[in-house]
């Protein structure tokens, strides 16, 4: 088990680290959200507040598969900066990413993004590590005033893991839509394909019945998976919960707190 991630992070499984995300079946790509650091970092640019928040999850309610992240976005002019870390794995294997992100509005229905991410890998002692630098670019646009888009590439410049994996890190090419119904029903869809396999499909709706209260569904493909989450607004607090059901392998807990400065 302990070099599944190695090869889960060759496999395309760069998925965004966001309960709120994973609620909706990990079909961010065009949504606003302190965690696009993990998914489209062009939704940084929609933040009006600094906010930072703090990230868990365990895969399969596994301890030794906890992964941990921290996140600070700083909106400043028509840009937003932001700074991520996020760790994963236990002593005999560690999977360490810090990434640097920048956004801007180019105007009210246009947004890009742009991160640096440093990748480091560490199997047990007498093994070695290996480290690599990766880049991300997303981009968001507004067609109606209820319909967006979006699109996000991974790893264009097919950055390579090197040491005792001897492979590169996925290239990910993502799209997908967002359609607002109202203030209450939100509705996202994206494919995503790794160059090297077969596409990914996400899809999930987000319900806001009360102004402190989200409730979410969603579903994905490669493998198939059932996703559920909710998400509590008080004052400047946002918790969000998630759980994603995976035939055979079973669940998957996830929790973030996000705090928005004034």
Known sequence: MALAPAVALAGGEHL???????????????????WCTGGNQAGLAGLEK???????QQHWLAPDLAMQGLAFAL???????????????????AQRTFGLAYAMKLDEGLRVGVQLDYLNLRLGEGYGST????????????????????????????????????????TIISAGLAYTFNKQVTLAAEA????????????????????????????????????????????QLELDLAVVMRSQLGLTPMVNLNYRFK
Not at 16 to 34: C, E, H, K, Q
Not at 80 to 93: E, M
């Open 16 to 34: 965004p680290t966001s309960a709120r995300f994973a609620g909706m079946g990990n079909a961010g790509i065009t949504l606003v959200d302190l």
């Open 50 to 56: 600094p906010m930072a928040g703090a990230y868990y």
């Open 75 to 93: 909106p400043y002019k028509k840009g937003t900066f932001a700074i991520s870390a996020n760790s994963f794995g236990n002593t005999l294997y």
């Open 131 to 170: 480290s690599a630098i990766t880049a991300e670019l997303g981009v968001q646009a507004r067609l109606t005033e209820k319909l967006w888009i979006g699109a996000h590439l991974y790893n264009p410049n097919r950055a390579k893991l090197g040491g005792p994996y001897d492979e590169k890190a996925p």
């Open 192 to 235: 995503g394909k790794d160059i090297d396999r077969q596409e990914q499909y996400r899809a999930g709706i987000e319900y806001r019945p009360t102004d402190v209260l989200f409730l979410r569904t969603g579903v994905s493909t490669g493998p198939t998976r059932a996703h559920f989450g909710a998400g509590f607004r008080v004052k």
